[in-house]
């Protein structure tokens, strides 16, 4: 059974987005207060009282990943201690989600560890945004609700390029990401074509070939994330310089943006990159090509729906 009122309280990786929902909610944001002791230790502080409460508390784990992951640990172990009726975890973006299985001996599985850590200190389920591999769901024995992008996208490219949809071509990055992009493409009744690329070590990838024709064509790049946007802007390179693409368009859901990132965007064929808030933006770096979407809606409703223990199965549709 849910808890007696809804209690939306946020850490400090992405405040500006808790806001944003907890007005589409017509409520205010918990009163709590998280920081850092001298020595780096993290502390949690709850000014209002949460007992039976329905509890949801708002944290991406972006960078910096180990103090966003530990604040959300206090945080969810404070409100089990304060007899919180339910606690949901709301991760925008899941750090660490990278690290699903073993990609050669003694590896270890990172997000399967994060997944415990966030059960032992008490949550009671989790609502986050197109993990990085869906099967992570199964990493959790609590309810995990994976809330998809895409058709914020599709919606945004939807209503820019109407009527032009037979000269508009939804690209994969990589084969990884083919089912994605084809479901994508068709909610916006495009063809679909594949950029085949060979990754030679972590963090570097090469660019082989194109699988399908682009010539001539605008093309929407669609991935879930962009780290150090190695792969996405290879990925545009080889559709202008080998397959003749006239225009490339991007989006993706989480903009991690790390390293060169911002140096590779600007210097890429790149006309517009779209990004979902879900990690804040870095206010020490900016870019004319680089846009965000509001996924507030989209968490409203669902964080509305785990309230009134109604469906949410109708926001994947």
Do not use: W
């Not at 009122?5 to 709590?32: E, H, M, V, W, Y």
């Not at 609590?142 to 390029?161: K, Q, T, W, Y």
């Not at 070939?209 to 682009?214: A, E, K, L, S, T």
């Not at 991690?256 to 990004?275: Q, T």
Request: proline fraction near 4%; aromatic fraction near 8%; charged fraction near 20%.
């Amino acid at each position: 059974m849910h808890g007696k009122d809804i209690k939306i309280f946020s850490g400090q990786s992405n405040r500006p987005l808790a806001q944003a929902i907890c007005q589409r909610l017509g409520t205010q944001l918990g009163n709590a207060e998280a920081g850092c002791f001298s020595d780096g230790e993290n502390f949690v502080s709850i000014y209002e009282t949460v007992r039976g409460s329905d509890v949801f508390i708002v944290q991406s784990t972006s960078a910096p990943v180990n103090d966003n992951l530990m604040e959300l640990l206090i945080f969810i172990d404070a409100f089990k201690r304060a007899s919180a009726g339910r606690i949901t975890a709301v991760i925008p973006y899941f750090g660490y989600a990278r690290q699903d299985r073993k990609a050669k001996p003694r590896d270890p599985i990172s997000a399967k560890l994060v997944a415990n850590m966030i059960q032992a200190a008490g949550a009671d389920r989790v609502l986050t945004m197109d993990l990085h591999a869906s099967q992570i769901q199964g990493f959790f024995d609590i309810p995990v609700d994976n809330l998809l992008g895409a058709p914020i996208f599709a919606r945004h490219f939807h209503e820019r390029f109407a009527g032009q949809e037979d000269s508009t071509v939804v690209v994969s990055p990589d084969v990884g990401s083919v089912a994605r992009a084809r479901t994508f493409a068709q909610k916006l009744g495009m063809p679909l074509a594949i950029v085949d690329k060979r990754r030679q070590k972590a963090n570097s990838s090469e660019v082989m070939n194109i699988i399908g024709d682009v010539r001539d064509k605008r093309v929407i790049l669609l991935d879930d994330m962009v780290d150090t946007a190695g792969s996405l802007c290879g990925a545009a390179k080889a559709l202008v310089e080998l397959g003749g693409a006239t225009e490339v368009y991007a989006c993706a859901s989480h903009g991690v943006l790390s390293g060169p990132a911002y140096e590779r965007i600007a210097a890429s064929p790149i006309k517009d990159l779209l990004f979902l808030d879900t990690i804040l933006p870095d206010p020490n770096h900016s870019s004319d090509k680089i846009h965000y979407l509001s996924v507030a809606d989209l968490f409203a409703e669902a964080i509305d729906r785990i309230y009134q223990e109604v469906s949410v199965s109708k926001l994947f549709n």
